[in-house]
T-cell receptor
Framework: DQQVKQNSPSLSVQEGRISILNCDYTNSMFDYFLWYKKYPAEGPTFLISISSIKDKNEDGRFTVFLNKSAKHLSLHIVPSQPGDSAVYFCAASAGGAGSYQLTFGKGTKLSVIP | NAGVTQTPKFQVLKTGQSMTLQCAQDMNHEYMSWYRQDPGMGLRLIHYSVGAGITDQGEVPNGYNVSRSTTEDFPLRLLSAAPSQTSVYFC????????????FGPGTRLTVT
């Protein structure tokens, strides 16, 4: 039973446009969420996080939105660049930012077309 | 800083063999963890450690052992390899808990035949 779901295995976007990656979760105990980016043959790298006490967090071109009532979060990348082409994983924890365990989604492969 | 290093990069084992995947970090991070990633799946936590001498189980610990004798090293042992353990293994570390950025190693691709 997948507690963190990324229902789109892949997404293609033109360079300069907005990329929106979606993530749904089922465990109402989750209260801290993270996005990781992964290039082939490399380990994941941390991108951005959000606590359940917020509904938005921005870092440069990356913004994460959290809708707790819908148990949904999304990652917006504006503007998208070819270097953003990677697999993006959504992850969640229960126990807040002090937790030690993360539950990951299956990932969405983003392709940014020049 | 080398960050998080993992050895070997690739390994092929026969069913029943044992081996140790090595992980080291030079950032003086207290928290270290091991994940496995299977095709079409997210990362799943195998074991983690919150400091030297302290380890705990994650989501999928069966068939794996860990120890943490130093802050720097966190080896993962496969006691008797099975084909179901064919996967890519990632080691990660962070200063403290997950609220701090986790740094991942490049991974070890393991095939068990």
């Amino acid at each position: 039973d997948q507690q963190v779901k990324q229902n789109s295995p892949s997404l293609s976007v033109q360079e300069g446009r907005i990329s929106i990656l979606n993530c749904d979760y089922t465990n109402s105990m989750f209260d801290y969420f993270l996005w990781y980016k992964k290039y082939p043959a490399e380990g994941p790298t941390f991108l951005i996080s959000i606590s359940s006490i917020k509904d938005k967090n921005e870092d440069g071109r990356f913004t994460v939105f959290l809708n707790k009532s819908a148990k949904h979060l999304s990652l917006h990348i504006v503007p998208s660049q070819p270097g953003d082409s990677a697999v993006y994983f959504c992850a969640a924890s229960a126990g807040g930012a002090g937790s030690y365990q993360l539950t990951f989604g299956k990932g969405t492969k983003l392709s940014v077309i020049p | 800083n080398a960050g998080v290093t993992q050895t070997p990069k690739f390994q092929v084992l026969k069913t029943g063999q044992s081996m140790t995947l090595q992980c080291a970090q030079d950032m003086n991070h207290e928290y270290m963890s091991w994940y496995r990633q299977d095709p079409g799946m997210g990362l799943r936590l195998i074991h983690y450690s919150v400091g030297a001498g302290i380890t705990d189980q994650g989501e999928v610990p069966n068939g794996y052992n860990v120890s943490r004798s130093t802050t720097e090293d966190f080896p993962l042992r496969l006691l008797s390899a099975a084909p179901s353990q064919t996967s890519v293994y990632f080691c990660a570390s962070s200063y403290d808990r997950i609220s701090y950025e986790q740094y991942f190693g490049p991974g070890t691709r393991l095939t068990v035949t």
